[in-house]
C-alpha cells in the first residue's frame, strides 16, 4: 500500500507560480514512477508530468517549458513547479504512484489550481 498527500494548491493570477508537493508513505520500494495529472470540469484527467525511479521526465504538451517535475528522495516527496500559469492550467490536481509490474495506480485526494484574474 502507498499513501499520497498533497499540498500547495491555490489561487494565483495568470503568469504566476504554484509548487505543488506529494508525500509518499508505505512500500516507497514499490514505487516504479511518480506523477501529476490534473482534471477541469467536463473534461478527462490527463497526464502532466512524470518522473520514474530512474529520474525520467515526462510532459505535456501544453506545460513543457513551464512546469517542472522533480523529486527528493530523502523526504519521498514529489514536486511539481508551475510557472507561467495560464487559465486553461485551472483543474484539480491528483497525485499519482505506479507500482513495478504488475502496475498498480495510487492516487492522492487531489488539490484545486486557480488561475484567475
Known amino acids: 500500500q502507498v499513501q499520497l498527500v498533497e499540498s500547495g494548491g491555490g489561487l494565483v493570477q495568470p503568469g504566476g507560480s504554484l509548487r505543488l508537493s506529494c508525500a509518499a508513505s508505505g512500500s516507497i520500494p514499490s514505487i516504479h514512477a511518480m506523477g501529476w495529472y490534473r482534471q477541469a470540469p467536463g473534461k478527462e484527467r490527463e497526464l502532466v508530468a512524470r518522473i520514474t525511479s530512474g529520474v525520467t521526465t515526462n510532459y505535456a504538451d501544453s506545460v513543457k517549458g513551464r512546469f517542472t517535475i522533480s523529486r527528493d528522495n530523502a523526504k519521498n516527496t514529489v514536486y511539481l513547479q508551475m510557472n507561467s500559469l495560464k487559465p486553461e492550467d485551472t483543474a484539480v490536481y491528483y497525485c499519482?504512484?505506479?507500482?513495478?509490474?504488475?502496475?498498480?495506480?495510487?492516487w492522492g485526494q487531489g488539490t484545486q489550481v486557480t488561475v484567475s484574474s
Open positions: 499519482n504512484a505506479v507500482t513495478y509490474g504488475p502496475p498498480f495506480h495510487y
